[in-house]
């Protein structure tokens, strides 16, 4: 099962806590602690997706991460997108998480 966030959002709402079992939640937090001095691009398949995982990133293991979904404007998303292009932190890294839009 390629999303299984999917499904159980489906039967859970998007408050559900999927990242609680989903391995690839681990391997993600994992591969961002390994890599902090380098950004990486997640792209999710919904925008709650991204929303949850920023959360999860955050306050799991103090990941910041910028997240740009379809239900942001322009002026929201642009000045965001432009900030962590130019942005680089030396000793820790940025995630970007995005939805497909």
Request: hydrophobic fraction near 40%.
């Amino acid at each position: 099962m390629l999303y299984p966030e999917r499904i159980y959002q489906e039967f859970e709402g998007d408050n559900a806590t999927w990242w609680n079992f989903d391995p690839r939640v681990e391997w993600l937090m994992g591969y961002l602690t390994s890599h902090r001095s380098q950004k990486v691009l997640v792209i999710c398949a919904k925008a709650a997706t991204a929303l949850q995982l920023e959360q999860v990133l955050r306050e799991r293991e103090g990941i910041r991460a910028a997240v740009f979904h379809e239900g942001m404007s322009i002026i929201e998303r642009e000045p965001r997108c432009r900030l962590v292009c130019r942005r680089r932190h030396r000793r820790t890294g940025t995630a970007v998480l995005r939805n497909r839009f």
